[in-house]
Protein backbone atom coordinates (compact mmCIF):
# COMPACT_ATOMS: atom_id res chain seq x y z
CA UNK A 1 0.00 0.00 0.00
CA UNK A 2 1.66 3.51 -1.06
CA UNK A 3 2.19 5.98 2.05
CA UNK A 4 -0.06 8.79 1.17
CA UNK A 5 2.07 12.04 0.57
CA UNK A 6 0.45 14.12 3.36
CA UNK A 7 0.34 11.79 5.86
CA UNK A 8 4.31 11.25 6.02
CA UNK A 9 6.84 13.96 7.85
CA UNK A 10 7.82 15.88 4.71
CA UNK A 11 9.67 19.37 4.48
CA UNK A 12 7.78 21.83 2.11
CA UNK A 13 8.93 25.37 1.13
CA UNK A 14 6.52 27.87 0.58
CA UNK A 15 6.88 30.76 -1.88
CA UNK A 16 7.10 34.05 -0.48
CA UNK A 17 5.03 35.57 -3.38
CA UNK A 18 2.27 33.49 -4.38
CA UNK A 19 1.94 31.56 -1.06
CA UNK A 20 2.41 28.28 -2.94
CA UNK A 21 3.61 25.07 -1.25
CA UNK A 22 5.60 22.70 -3.03
CA UNK A 23 8.75 19.84 -2.16
CA UNK A 24 11.76 21.37 -1.22
CA UNK A 25 13.15 19.38 -4.68
CA UNK A 26 11.95 22.34 -6.65
CA UNK A 27 14.87 25.04 -7.46
CA UNK A 28 12.08 27.43 -7.49
CA UNK A 29 8.16 27.88 -7.77
CA UNK A 30 6.16 25.43 -9.86
CA UNK A 31 3.14 28.04 -9.99
CA UNK A 32 4.98 31.45 -10.14
CA UNK A 33 8.81 30.61 -11.19
CA UNK A 34 9.92 33.11 -7.97
CA UNK A 35 13.08 31.94 -6.36
CA UNK A 36 12.23 33.86 -2.91
CA UNK A 37 10.78 31.23 -0.63
CA UNK A 38 9.65 31.95 2.87
CA UNK A 39 11.27 29.03 4.06
CA UNK A 40 11.08 25.11 5.50
CA UNK A 41 7.48 24.58 7.32
CA UNK A 42 7.26 20.74 8.68
CA UNK A 43 4.02 19.46 8.01
CA UNK A 44 3.23 17.04 10.93
CA UNK A 45 1.39 14.39 10.78
CA UNK A 46 0.43 13.95 14.08
CA UNK A 47 -1.25 17.73 14.08
CA UNK A 48 -4.41 16.05 12.58
CA UNK A 49 -5.58 12.48 12.11
CA UNK A 50 -5.51 11.18 8.42
CA UNK A 51 -9.54 10.78 8.43
CA UNK A 52 -9.71 10.04 4.73
CA UNK A 53 -6.87 7.34 4.81
CA UNK A 54 -8.76 5.49 8.30
CA UNK A 55 -12.40 5.91 5.93
CA UNK A 56 -10.22 4.31 2.86
CA UNK A 57 -9.13 1.78 5.10
CA UNK A 58 -12.39 0.47 6.80
CA UNK A 59 -13.69 0.71 3.60
CA UNK A 60 -10.95 -2.08 2.41
CA UNK A 61 -11.69 -3.94 5.52
CA UNK A 62 -15.37 -3.81 5.23
CA UNK A 63 -15.59 -5.01 1.19
CA UNK A 64 -13.08 -8.16 2.15
CA UNK A 65 -15.42 -8.49 5.43
CA UNK A 66 -18.25 -8.66 3.51
CA UNK A 67 -16.70 -10.96 0.59
CA UNK A 68 -15.32 -13.62 2.73
CA UNK A 69 -18.71 -13.99 4.93
CA UNK A 70 -20.63 -14.14 1.80
CA UNK A 71 -18.11 -17.27 0.67
CA UNK A 72 -18.76 -18.33 4.18
CA UNK A 73 -22.45 -18.51 3.86
CA UNK A 74 -22.62 -20.17 0.08
CA UNK A 75 -20.55 -22.65 1.59
CA UNK A 76 -23.55 -24.04 3.90
CA UNK A 77 -25.48 -24.18 1.19
CA UNK A 78 -24.90 -27.97 0.71
CA UNK A 79 -27.23 -29.10 2.99
CA UNK A 80 -30.41 -31.47 2.41
CA UNK A 81 -32.87 -28.64 3.93
CA UNK A 82 -33.70 -26.33 0.78
CA UNK A 83 -35.11 -23.69 2.53
CA UNK A 84 -32.16 -23.14 4.78
CA UNK A 85 -30.22 -23.62 1.52
CA UNK A 86 -32.19 -20.68 0.00
CA UNK A 87 -31.82 -18.21 3.17
CA UNK A 88 -27.87 -18.83 3.11
CA UNK A 89 -27.75 -17.58 -0.32
CA UNK A 90 -30.16 -14.46 0.91
CA UNK A 91 -27.84 -13.89 3.67
CA UNK A 92 -24.34 -14.35 2.07
CA UNK A 93 -25.49 -12.38 -0.74
CA UNK A 94 -27.14 -9.77 1.67
CA UNK A 95 -24.01 -9.01 3.41
CA UNK A 96 -21.84 -9.00 0.35
CA UNK A 97 -23.99 -5.85 -0.95
CA UNK A 98 -24.31 -4.50 2.22
CA UNK A 99 -20.47 -4.57 2.86
CA UNK A 100 -19.64 -3.43 -0.71
CA UNK A 101 -22.47 -0.26 -0.28
CA UNK A 102 -20.79 0.56 2.91
CA UNK A 103 -17.34 0.34 1.30
CA UNK A 104 -18.25 2.52 -1.64
CA UNK A 105 -19.58 5.71 0.74
CA UNK A 106 -16.87 5.12 2.70
CA UNK A 107 -14.82 5.64 -0.55
CA UNK A 108 -16.84 8.53 -0.98
CA UNK A 109 -16.77 10.16 2.18
CA UNK A 110 -13.03 9.74 2.45
CA UNK A 111 -12.67 11.03 -1.18
CA UNK A 112 -14.68 14.47 0.05
CA UNK A 113 -12.95 14.37 2.96
CA UNK A 114 -9.56 14.75 0.56
CA UNK A 115 -11.02 17.75 -1.21
CA UNK A 116 -12.14 19.10 1.70
CA UNK A 117 -8.93 19.54 3.10
CA UNK A 118 -7.07 20.49 0.28
CA UNK A 119 -9.75 23.64 -0.36
CA UNK A 120 -8.89 24.38 2.96
CA UNK A 121 -5.49 24.71 2.77
CA UNK A 122 -5.51 26.57 -0.48
CA UNK A 123 -7.76 29.05 1.70
CA UNK A 124 -5.41 29.14 4.79
CA UNK A 125 -2.40 29.86 2.32
CA UNK A 126 -4.53 32.69 0.65
CA UNK A 127 -5.40 34.46 3.70
CA UNK A 128 -1.78 34.15 5.14
CA UNK A 129 -0.76 35.82 1.85
CA UNK A 130 -3.37 38.61 1.98
CA UNK A 131 -2.37 39.34 5.66
CA UNK A 132 1.30 39.05 5.03
CA UNK A 133 0.63 41.77 1.97
CA UNK A 134 -1.37 43.64 4.37
CA UNK A 135 1.18 43.80 7.52
ZN1 LIG B 1 5.15 31.33 -6.26
Known sequence: MAVKSDVIVKTVLRCEK???????SF???????????????????ISRLPMESM????????????TA???????NTNTDDATRNWWMVVAGFGILGFSVVSAITLFALGE????IIRVQRRVRAMMDDHSSQGG
Open 18 to 24: CGESFSD
Open 27 to 45: EQCPKCGSRRFEGYTVVNP
Open 55 to 66: LRFVGHVMWLMG
Open 69 to 75: VCFGFLW
Open 112 to 115: MLKR
